[in-house]
């Protein structure tokens, strides 16, 4: 028993926590959450049942009702109930990206011009995957994309309806299986070098380029970390590495035993004068060779 009320306490102390990220009081959280667990109550019961001082219950009761977070359903005494989690939440998310769009608009007025030359960097996961959903969300012509299909099956649905939006999406892919990402006549995908193998450290990385005015390269695989800037020739970089390594995929298609028999599989021969000891261990460990 005591184990569970344990977990209890540490679930409620979490709630809170993400609750006061959202702009609630800890007054505020601790209402709703007790109203979620014990409804319908009066303030008196929210209060005792939730360890907040009577003045502060009904201040916060007033400011959650105006928010849309509770409800009154009785008088005399009054009650009240929480919204919905799902429903009061997805309301929540819908008025702060209204705002946050109708902020930033008003915010860019301040500044006559963009300084398109900074590179910015954006650290974790979360961060990072937002981000690279918010760029192809807000593509206008174009997506050029190198990644591993691992990496690309994160991104399904915001690729397949910028496809279904008409925006051309160029893509250079490692893995088996182009027919996966190619989501209507606008979408073209080629496999990396004809096999879809990763030879190296750069073949981990995630780039993309938006509409040729900006682009994301980011560290997908232990610390995900990335840079993201409208720098031109960062950009005109960018795309010229997925521009190069489609060249590289339609010659392979054409010419690629050819190819193996003048430098070796997986351009052996070309690879190993040039790598680092590392790179060239990395790339006899993937692909088995001496």
Partial sequence: MAGKLAIAANDTDDFLADLRRLGFTESEGKIYVQLLRMPPSTAYEISKGANVPRPNTYHSLEALAQRGAVLPVSENPVRYVASPPRDFLAALSNQT???CTDLAERLEALSPSADDQYVWTLHGEVSVHS???ALIEGSRTSI???ASDSVLRR???VLRKAAERGIDIFIVMFGPNADEFRFGPTCRVYIHEGNGVRMGTTDNLFTLSIDH???LTAAVEAEVVASHT???PIVNLA????RHDYYMAEIFARFGAQIDEAFGPYLRDLRLACFSPEQAASFKKRTGLA
């Avoid at 795309?239 to 997925?242: D, F, I, K, M, R």
Wanted: glycine share 0%; proline share 0%; no cysteine.
């Fill in 97 to 99: 990206r209204t705002l």
């Fill in 131 to 133: 981000k690279i959903d």
């Fill in 144 to 146: 050029w994309i190198k």
């Fill in 155 to 157: 991104h399904t649905e």
């Fill in 213 to 215: 005015v900006e682009t």
């Fill in 230 to 232: 409208r720098n031109r």
């Fill in 239 to 242: 795309e010229s590495l997925v």
